[in-house]
C-alpha cells in the first residue's frame, strides 16, 4: 500500500521528496493547495472518499500516515 | 469611562487594577471569576453595553449547540465501543450520527452568523445603525445593531462550532469557560481571531503570578504601544493629508502618502497586537499570532500567511479546504482530468475555493464594492502565483535567476510591499475607483516641488516628526531582523541590571515622550477595531 501511494504522489508531485520528513506539513514540506491535490490524486486512484475531519495535518504528515489514513476508507 | 479603547488612560488603569486582582488570587476559580468581571466591565465601558445581551445570547447558544451535538457523538463512541465495526462500517454509522449533528449545527450557525451578516448588509443598504432594541423597533426594523467585535467573536464561535462538528475537537462542559472565551477583553475588539477549544483550555487551568511572564508580557505591550502611539498616530495625519485634498497632489508626494498609509496600516494592527497579546501573556494566556514580519515576504500568498494570520488561517480551516476537499469540487475535478486536461484540473481545484475565499474576506473588511474589488484583487493575484507555479519556475529557469538568491529575493519583497500598497489604494478613498483616481495623480506631475521648496513638511508631519518616524521605523525593522534570529526579550533579560533597566526605561520613555497623545488622552482609534 505504502509503496502504491508514493508512487501515485510521486508522480503527481515530482518536486516533492514525501521521504524526507516525518513533519512534512509543519515543516512546510507540503502546503494546504499540495494537500488538496494529494487528496484528489489519491481518492481517483482508490476510490475513497475521505471525510473532512481527516483533514488534519497529523495525517499528511509523512507517507506511512497517509498510506494508513487511505487503506483505512479503503 | 465610554469608549475605552487600548490606548485610553481609563484603560491602563482598569488594567491596573484588574491585574492586581487578579493575580493576588490564590485560585483558579477566583482567577477565572476576576477575569470574567473583568470582560464584563471592559466590554460595557468600551461601548458594547446596550448590546452586551445579543453577546450573552450568542454564548448560550453556541454552548447548547456545542453541547448538543457533543451528546450525540458521545452516543457515536459508546455505540462503536460496544460493537466491533469495521473501518468503513465505522464511517457508515458515522455518516447517520453526523446527520443529527448536523440538525444542530445549521439552526445554530444560521442564527450566529445571521446576526453579523443583518449587520453588515443592513450597513450596506444605508440602514442606521441603533444600540438598543426599542429604537431597533421603533425604526420598524429598518436599522441595524452592530455588538462590539462581532465580527471577531462569531468567527471563532463557527470554528469552534465547526470543529465540534467535524470532531476535531470536544464539546467543552463548564459554560464558565466558553463565556469567559467570548467576552476575553484582550481579543474581543480587534482579534487576534481565537480558537476557542485552545483558550478554554488555558482558561481552565489560569497560572498564578510569574514575574517572568509579567514582565515579558508587559514589555511586549510597551513595544505596542510604540509602535501606535509614536509611529501610527504619528504617522497617519501624512496619508490623510494627501489623499483629503488628492486633486492638489502629485507624482512622488502621492506615492510617499500611499507608502505611509500601508506602513500606518501596519503599525496600527501590528502594535494593537502587540499590546493584547502581551496584556495576555502577562495574565498567563497565550494567543495566536497575528503578523509574523509580513513585509518579508517574498509573494501574495506567503504575505497572507504573515499578515492577519489567524484572518487566513481561519478562512482556509472553515472555508478553503472544506471547498476544495468536497465531494462535489472533488467530482468536478477528476472528470476535468480524466478527460486529459490535467492543467486545468488542479488550476480549478485551486482557483474555485481561492476566489470564493477572497471574496469573503473582502467582505468581511467592508461591504462597499471598494473592499469587494479589494478582495477580487487579492484573490486574482494569489491564484495568478499559485495556480500557475509551475510556469513562473519555467519562466525562472528560462531567464537563469534563482528567485531565492539575495538580490531577486530582495526585489520579490519590494513587489509584494507594492502590491500591498495596490490593494491599499482600492480603498484608500472610501469609493469604487479608489485606485484609478490615486493613480491618475501619480502619474500626473512629479510632485517634486513639495520636496524641494519643504511643504512636505507642512501635511500633518513636520520635519521633527519625520524624524521620529525614521528612527521609530529603523528600530522597527531592527527588531524584525532580530525577530527573526533570537528571543529578543530573554536576551535582554539577561543582561546586567542597569543595561536592561536602561532598555526598560528608554521604551517607557520614548512612549510618553514621543507618543502622540490628543487632548485629554484619547489617541485616536485603532483601523481594525471597526471590522
Same mark, same amino acid.
Given at each position: 500500500?505504502?509503496?502504491?501511494?508514493?508512487?501515485?504522489?510521486?508522480?503527481?508531485?515530482?518536486?516533492?521528496?514525501?521521504?524526507?520528513?516525518?513533519?512534512?506539513?509543519?515543516?512546510?514540506?507540503?502546503?494546504?493547495?499540495?494537500?488538496?491535490?494529494?487528496?484528489?490524486?489519491?481518492?481517483?486512484?482508490?476510490?475513497?472518499?475521505?471525510?473532512?475531519?481527516?483533514?488534519?495535518?497529523?495525517?499528511?504528515?509523512?507517507?506511512?500516515?497517509?498510506?494508513?489514513?487511505?487503506?483505512?476508507?479503503? | 469611562?465610554?469608549?475605552?479603547?487600548?490606548?485610553?488612560?481609563?484603560?491602563?488603569?482598569?488594567?491596573?487594577?484588574?491585574?492586581?486582582?487578579?493575580?493576588?488570587?490564590?485560585?483558579?476559580?477566583?482567577?477565572?471569576?476576576?477575569?470574567?468581571?473583568?470582560?464584563?466591565?471592559?466590554?460595557?465601558?468600551?461601548?458594547?453595553?446596550?448590546?452586551?445581551?445579543?453577546?450573552?445570547?450568542?454564548?448560550?447558544?453556541?454552548?447548547?449547540?456545542?453541547?448538543?451535538?457533543?451528546?450525540?457523538?458521545?452516543?457515536?463512541?459508546?455505540?462503536?465501543?460496544?460493537?466491533?465495526?469495521?473501518?468503513?462500517?465505522?464511517?457508515?454509522?458515522?455518516?447517520?450520527?453526523?446527520?443529527?449533528?448536523?440538525?444542530?449545527?445549521?439552526?445554530?450557525?444560521?442564527?450566529?452568523?445571521?446576526?453579523?451578516?443583518?449587520?453588515?448588509?443592513?450597513?450596506?443598504?444605508?440602514?442606521?445603525?441603533?444600540?438598543?432594541?426599542?429604537?431597533?423597533?421603533?425604526?420598524?426594523?429598518?436599522?441595524?445593531?452592530?455588538?462590539?467585535?462581532?465580527?471577531?467573536?462569531?468567527?471563532?464561535?463557527?470554528?469552534?462550532?465547526?470543529?465540534?462538528?467535524?470532531?476535531?475537537?470536544?464539546?467543552?462542559?463548564?459554560?464558565?469557560?466558553?463565556?469567559?472565551?467570548?467576552?476575553?477583553?484582550?481579543?474581543?475588539?480587534?482579534?487576534?481571531?481565537?480558537?476557542?477549544?485552545?483558550?478554554?483550555?488555558?482558561?481552565?487551568?489560569?497560572?498564578?503570578?510569574?514575574?517572568?511572564?509579567?514582565?515579558?508580557?508587559?514589555?511586549?505591550?510597551?513595544?505596542?504601544?510604540?509602535?501606535?502611539?509614536?509611529?501610527?498616530?504619528?504617522?497617519?495625519?501624512?496619508?490623510?493629508?494627501?489623499?483629503?485634498?488628492?486633486?492638489?497632489?502629485?507624482?512622488?508626494?502621492?506615492?510617499?502618502?500611499?507608502?505611509?498609509?500601508?506602513?500606518?496600516?501596519?503599525?496600527?494592527?501590528?502594535?494593537?497586537?502587540?499590546?493584547?497579546?502581551?496584556?495576555?501573556?502577562?495574565?498567563?494566556?497565550?494567543?495566536?499570532?497575528?503578523?509574523?514580519?509580513? @513585509?518579508?515576504?517574498?509573494? #501574495?500568498? %506567503? !504575505?497572507?500567511?504573515?499578515?492577519?494570520? =489567524?484572518? &487566513?488561517?481561519?478562512? +482556509? /480551516?472553515?472555508?478553503?479546504?472544506?471547498?476544495?476537499?468536497?465531494?462535489?469540487?472533488?467530482?468536478?475535478?477528476?472528470?476535468?482530468?480524466?478527460?486529459?486536461?490535467?492543467?486545468?484540473?488542479?488550476?480549478?481545484?485551486?482557483?474555485?475555493?481561492?476566489?470564493?475565499?477572497?471574496?469573503?474576506?473582502?467582505?468581511?473588511?467592508?461591504?462597499?464594492?471598494?473592499?469587494?474589488?479589494?478582495?477580487?484583487?487579492?484573490?486574482?493575484?494569489?491564484?495568478?502565483?499559485?495556480?500557475?507555479?509551475?510556469?513562473?519556475?519555467?519562466?525562472?529557469?528560462?531567464?537563469?535567476?534563482?528567485?531565492?538568491?539575495?538580490?531577486?529575493?530582495?526585489?520579490?519583497?519590494?513587489?509584494?510591499?507594492?502590491?500591498?500598497?495596490?490593494?491599499?489604494?482600492?480603498?484608500?478613498?472610501?469609493?469604487?475607483?479608489?485606485?484609478?483616481?490615486?493613480?491618475?495623480?501619480? @502619474?500626473?506631475?512629479?510632485? #517634486?516641488? %513639495? !520636496?524641494?521648496?519643504?511643504?512636505?513638511? =507642512?501635511? &500633518?508631519?513636520?520635519? +521633527? /516628526?519625520?524624524?521620529?518616524?525614521?528612527?521609530?521605523?529603523?528600530?522597527?525593522?531592527?527588531?524584525?531582523?532580530?525577530?527573526?534570529?533570537?528571543?529578543?526579550?530573554?536576551?535582554?533579560?539577561?543582561?546586567?541590571?542597569?543595561?536592561?533597566?536602561?532598555?526598560?526605561?528608554?521604551?517607557?520613555?520614548?512612549?510618553?515622550?514621543?507618543?502622540?497623545?490628543?487632548?485629554?488622552?484619547?489617541?485616536?482609534?485603532?483601523?481594525?477595531?471597526?471590522?
Amino acid at each position: 500500500m505504502r509503496e502504491r501511494v508514493k508512487e501515485i504522489l510521486e508522480e503527481n508531485f515530482p518536486d516533492i521528496d514525501f521521504e524526507s520528513s516525518d513533519e512534512l506539513v509543519d515543516d512546510g514540506i507540503i502546503d494546504s493547495l499540495s494537500i488538496v491535490g494529494m487528496i484528489s490524486a489519491l481518492s481517483d486512484e482508490f476510490d475513497v472518499s475521505l471525510p473532512y475531519e481527516e483533514i488534519v495535518p497529523e495525517n499528511f504528515n509523512s507517507l506511512d500516515s497517509i498510506a494508513e489514513l487511505i487503506e483505512k476508507y479503503m | 469611562m465610554i469608549g475605552m479603547s487600548y490606548i485610553s488612560f481609563s484603560f491602563l488603569l482598569f488594567l491596573a487594577v484588574l491585574m492586581t486582582l487578579y493575580l493576588l488570587m490564590p485560585s483558579v476559580r477566583l482567577r477565572q471569576i476576576i477575569l470574567l468581571a473583568g470582560n464584563l466591565v471592559f466590554y460595557i465601558c468600551a461601548g458594547g453595553r446596550s448590546l452586551l445581551a445579543i453577546l450573552i445570547a450568542t454564548t448560550f447558544i453556541v454552548y447548547a449547540a456545542s453541547r448538543l451535538m457533543g451528546r450525540v457523538y458521545e452516543g457515536f463512541e459508546s455505540e462503536t465501543a460496544a460493537k466491533e465495526l469495521k473501518p468503513k462500517e465505522k464511517s457508515q454509522l458515522l455518516a447517520s450520527y453526523r446527520k443529527r449533528a448536523k440538525a444542530v449545527l445549521i439552526p445554530s450557525l444560521v442564527i450566529v452568523l445571521g446576526i453579523l451578516v443583518y449587520g453588515k448588509a443592513g450597513k450596506l443598504i444605508g440602514f442606521p445603525e441603533t444600540s438598543d432594541f426599542s429604537s431597533l423597533a421603533g425604526a420598524g426594523f429598518r436599522a441595524v445593531m452592530v455588538p462590539l467585535g462581532i465580527s471577531y467573536y462569531t468567527f471563532s464561535a463557527v470554528g469552534y462550532l465547526l470543529d465540534i462538528y467535524w470532531r476535531k475537537t470536544k464539546a467543552e462542559k463548564n459554560p464558565l469557560l466558553l463565556l469567559l472565551s467570548m467576552t476575553y477583553f484582550p481579543v474581543i475588539i480587534q482579534g487576534p481571531i481565537s480558537r476557542y477549544d485552545r483558550l478554554m483550555k488555558q482558561f481552565g487551568e489560569l497560572p498564578g503570578f510569574s514575574y517572568e511572564r509579567v514582565t515579558f508580557g508587559l514589555q511586549r505591550a510597551v513595544f505596542g504601544f510604540f509602535k501606535k502611539l509614536v509611529l501610527a498616530d504619528r504617522i497617519s495625519a501624512f496619508p490623510a493629508a494627501v489623499f483629503g485634498n488628492i486633486q492638489e497632489h502629485s507624482g512622488l508626494l502621492v506615492v510617499l502618502a500611499v507608502c505611509a498609509n500601508a506602513v500606518h496600516l501596519y503599525m496600527d494592527f501590528s502594535g494593537c497586537m502587540d499590546i493584547v497579546i502581551g496584556i495576555s501573556e502577562a495574565l498567563g494566556v497565550t494567543l495566536d499570532e497575528n503578523f509574523s514580519q509580513p @513585509f518579508f515576504s517574498k509573494s #501574495a500568498a %506567503e !504575505f497572507w500567511r504573515r499578515w492577519h494570520i =489567524t484572518l &487566513g488561517s481561519w478562512f +482556509k /480551516d472553515y472555508v478553503y479546504m472544506p471547498i476544495a476537499t468536497s465531494k462535489f469540487m472533488m467530482n468536478r475535478t477528476s472528470a476535468i482530468r480524466k478527460s486529459g486536461k490535467k492543467r486545468l484540473a488542479s488550476f480549478t481545484a485551486a482557483a474555485v475555493p481561492l476566489i470564493v475565499v477572497w471574496i469573503l474576506t473582502g467582505l468581511w473588511h467592508g461591504t462597499g464594492a471598494d473592499y469587494l474589488l479589494w478582495g477580487v484583487y487579492w484573490g486574482v493575484l494569489i491564484i495568478l502565483e499559485t495556480a500557475f507555479a509551475p510556469e513562473w519556475k519555467k519562466l525562472a529557469a528560462y531567464l537563469h535567476t534563482e528567485p531565492d538568491r539575495p538580490l531577486p529575493g530582495f526585489l520579490r519583497m519590494v513587489r509584494t510591499f507594492v502590491y500591498f500598497c495596490f490593494g491599499r489604494m482600492i480603498t484608500a478613498l472610501g469609493c469604487a475607483g479608489s485606485a484609478l483616481i490615486i493613480l491618475r495623480r501619480i @502619474f500626473s506631475g512629479s510632485g #517634486a516641488r %513639495e !520636496f524641494i521648496d519643504g511643504s512636505v513638511f =507642512t501635511y &500633518g508631519v513636520d520635519a +521633527k /516628526d519625520f524624524a521620529v518616524i525614521a528612527a521609530g521605523l529603523f528600530i522597527c525593522f531592527l527588531v524584525s531582523i532580530w525577530q527573526t534570529k533570537m528571543h529578543i526579550r530573554e536576551r535582554i533579560a539577561k543582561m546586567a541590571l542597569p543595561v536592561r533597566w536602561a532598555v526598560y526605561l528608554a521604551g517607557i520613555m520614548a512612549v510618553v515622550i514621543f507618543g502622540v497623545y490628543g487632548p485629554g488622552y484619547s489617541a485616536s482609534s485603532f483601523v481594525y477595531g471597526a471590522f
